[in-house]
T-cell receptor, first 112, second 114 residues
Framework: LAKITQPISMDSYEGQEVNITCSHN???????ITWYQQFPSQGPRFIIQ???TKVTNEVASLFIPADRKSSTLSLPRVSLSDTAVYYC?????????????FGSGTQLTVLP | DTEVTQTPKHLVMGMTNKKSLKCEQH?????MYWYKQKAKKPPELMFV???????INESVPSRFSPECPNSSLLNLHLHALQPEDSALYLC?????????????FGEGSRLTVL
């Protein structure tokens, strides 16, 4: 399987907008792109999901270009409690097999 | 009820022990998953059950044995584990089959193998 890559870490200040990218060159045709937040010693928590263009909910926006080989999670006005690891989850093909694979993860640290 | 419940939260076992991890959901989800997560790494898929049938086994060693007694329960039986199997084991479920990426995760079972 091709690797699904994300920046290792990002720092931001409270109140700023944060954009985290995920590169998924081998995404399966019919699969959605999903983003999760994970705090230490807890299970990942669903943030947002999309298939193409732009999706927005009460906590985030997700931007997906036409070729769907990448996606960007946008967190508006982050707070200290947004410090966590963020993962994208994508369905990929390996030969004829398809499986859901997590990206490498991005540690977001929000500073006061 | 929108929870996936995992027990125990912590487990310490020796290499000769037999133990089990349990997972339960009552959301009517028909796909259930076991993931393994090492420190500072993303979760890695181990097993997927779809409609109570094992649909994906990611070449996991036989010392891990999954069981899905019904659509609400998922077990992971552990036997003769190695210290490198120490990790956070996450259970997840999703509505319908395995095409959706919207997974509901439990809090995990922290396993330590001595």
């Amino acid at each position: 399987l091709a690797k699904i890559t994300q920046p290792i870490s990002m720092d931001s200040y409270e109140g700023q907008e944060v954009n985290i990218t995920c590169s998924h060159n081998n995404i399966a045709t019919n699969d959605y792109i999903t983003w999760y937040q994970q705090f230490p010693s807890q299970g990942p928590r669903f943030i947002i999901q999309g298939y193409k263009t732009k999706v927005t909910n009460e906590v985030a926006s997700l931007f997906i270009p036409a070729d769907r080989k990448s996606s960007t999670l946008s967190l508006p006005r982050v707070s200290l409690s947004d410090t966590a690891v963020y993962y994208c989850l994508v369905g990929e093909y390996s030969g004829s097999a398809r499986q859901l694979t997590f990206g490498s993860g991005t540690q977001l640290t929000v500073l006061p | 009820d929108t929870e996936v419940t995992q027990t125990p939260k912590h487990l310490v076992m020796g290499m000769t022990n037999k133990k089990s991890l349990k997972c339960e959901q009552h959301m009517g989800h028909r796909a259930m998953y076991w993931y393994k997560q090492k420190a500072k790494k993303p979760p890695e898929l181990m097993f997927v059950y779809s409609y109570e049938k094992l649909s994906i086994n990611e070449s996991v060693p036989s010392r891990f044995s999954p069981e899905c007694p019904n659509s609400s329960l998922l077990n992971l039986h552990l036997h003769a584990l190695q210290p490198e199997d120490s990790a956070l084991y996450l259970c997840a479920s999703s509505f319908g089959g395995t095409n959706t990426g919207e997974l509901f995760f439990g809090e995990g079972s922290r396993l330590t193998v001595l």
